[in-house]
């Protein structure tokens, strides 16, 4: 790494690995640090448990992996991702013994919802055709004329609601309890204005391209991405930690798949006053804590849908998850917090050791939490699938400590990239028409702490890289 670069990623996460894939597109040259001794960031696989049983050690649920405009764009299955699908994307299950079930397919989703399907398709229907070109416009910068307005505007329409207003749609317990747990990623109090903005997309998401998963392991993302980018010129360089431009080889631009925070410490003495002050002051929300199980036979749910799931939100009716979610944000733990439930090896068996399987679960905590969750975690499973202690041979968790040693922008266990109020939702890191750009000519935040925010996609990378890419180009 003697001589300049075009470009430096700091980060491997899909959105730095995106930055760096999009700019060696365009023929710069492209050098990846990574401070693990593997790159891939928040998607990493391996043995947590039993040997041979494959656990995402951090991000499981891929809604937007088969859904993303720019993974879409890159030739992935040459370089070894393969998707695949469980016969139900998602399920809710109930205290009766039911479940409120999501499937890709729209018609088979409100025929199970019973009296409120046709109000599930009056919600959510509109959305799917235009699917695609809706997304290019959600998953990227907000304050910014859209390339479609009338379907950004039948979004907004819906995504600017809070979620318990939009639950009011509904009248059957089933499916308002089936939107709170797609509205409860998003980490805030469902009173709050916005909180469906995340739900909507996510329920929109399903029925057009379904909730994957990729075969082998959310490793199978990172790797792909990485043989793609090494394919086009590209580099990746692990066990190095940037905590300065010290640390930097040299080049003309650089890409920070880094917290807002972190970036204040590297250049806080270069970059303008205003960016630095927006930087530190960024907020992060909640926080979770992650319980991996092997489990003998699978889960025992007692609602059959779910033993054939992909995904099930576990925390009971809307009300139980609005409680939950409002005694999170402030600070407290609930006694039944809302968890999510992955059984990715449903969809992919490869991940199995004989009758035994992984189960990734991870409940919503407060900011930092330090007690001890596993057990109100497996209660609150075992509330709807009675017997599942008997069938747990191993276990392992990770608090929201570890999550942030983890990866550091995983801050106090934030797995979001910050909070989602109103106004990051808008303008995360801060207000801008370029959130992307630090004000310092050639550095260019690109983390999931920039729009649209969380989740497996590379469209904080990729759009970042845009800019970069542009700035290079017109200082050559």
Sequence with gaps: MTEQLDAVVVGSGPNGLAAAITLA????????????????????????????????????????????????SLPLAEHGLRWAYPEIDLAHPMHDGTAAVMVRDLDE?????????????????????????????????????????????????????????LAGAFTTPGARALWAGSAAHVFQPLSRPMTSSVGVMLTAACHV????????????????????????????????????????????????DTAPGAAAEMFGGELPRRTNRAYRRFRHGPAAYKVDLA????????????????????GGSFEEIAHAEREVAAGRMPARPFVLVAQQYLADPSRSVGDVDPIYAYAH?????????????????????????????????????????????NVAGDI???????????????LSLDPYATGLPGVYLCSASTPPGAGVHGMCGHQSARRAAAWLEAND
């Design 25 to 72: 597109a365009r023929g710069h040259s492209v050098t990846v640090l990574e401070a693990s001794e593997t790159p891939g960031g928040s998607a990493r696989s391996g043995e947590l448990t039993v040997p041979g049983l494959v656990h995402d050690l951090y991000s499981a649920t891929h809604p937007f992996g088969a859904a993303s405009p720019f993974f879409g």
């Design 295 to 314: 489990v003998r036979g699978g889960v025992p749910w007692a609602a059959e849908e779910v033993t054939r799931a992909g995904f099930a939100h576990v």
């Design 416 to 430: 979001a990239g910050g909070a989602n109020n109103p106004m990051q939702l808008l303008g995360r890191p801060r």
């Design 365 to 409: 905590v407060p900011a930092g939490w330090r007690g001890d969750v596993e057990a109100i975690v497996i209660d609150q499973i075992e509330r709807f699938a009675p017997g599942l202690r008997d069938r747990i041979v191993a276990s392992c968790t990770m608090d929201p400590g570890g999550l942030a040693t983890a990866n550091a922008n």
């Design 109 to 165: 989703t409100c025929r199970g919802l019973g009296a409120d399907g046709p109000r599930w398709r009056q919600v959510f229907g509109p959305l799917l055709p235009g699917f695609d070109e809706l997304a290019g416009d959600v998953l990227g910068p907000v304050l910014r004329w859209p390339d479609h307005p009338l379907l950004m505007a039948r979004f907004g329409a819906r995504a600017a609601l809070p979620a318990a207003v």
């Design 209 to 256: 391209h379904g909730w994957p998963v990729a075969i082998g392991g959310s490793v199978a993302i990172s790797n792909a991405l990485v043989s793609l980018l090494e394919s086009l010129g590209g580099t990746v360089v692990t066990g190095h930690s940037v905590r300065s431009r010290a640390d930097l080889p040299a080049s003309r631009v650089v890409m920070l």
